[in-house]
């Protein structure tokens, strides 16, 4: 079974392989600030996407699932990013967070 914390992992293992390769091309290194950054963008993208969905842009710009879930999955990395950069354990804390909206808003 992949478990939320085996994802967490993997996309920190990749994300520091692919940035340990770019770093120094770039001649600087990600800082949490960058993937903050990258975490809104990618937000954003989504936003658009949602747009294009809901009919909000010119027809020739209008999303489809497929782009929506590319750019959820873009978003959900930098999340497992950010969380492994500060050692948090989502596995733990996401059903903690899960319950706690089922506490105060079903039961
Ligand atoms: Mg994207």
Redo the contacts with the bound molecule.
Sequence with gaps: MFTLGDAQHLCWKNFRKINDKLDPERGKKWTPFVMVTDLLE?AG?VASVVKGLEGFKPPEKSGTKEMLA??LS?LLYMVFVLAEYYKIDLERTFPETVNDYILRFIT
Excluded: I, S
Aim: hydrophobic share 20%.
């Design positions: 990618e993208e590319a750019e873009d």
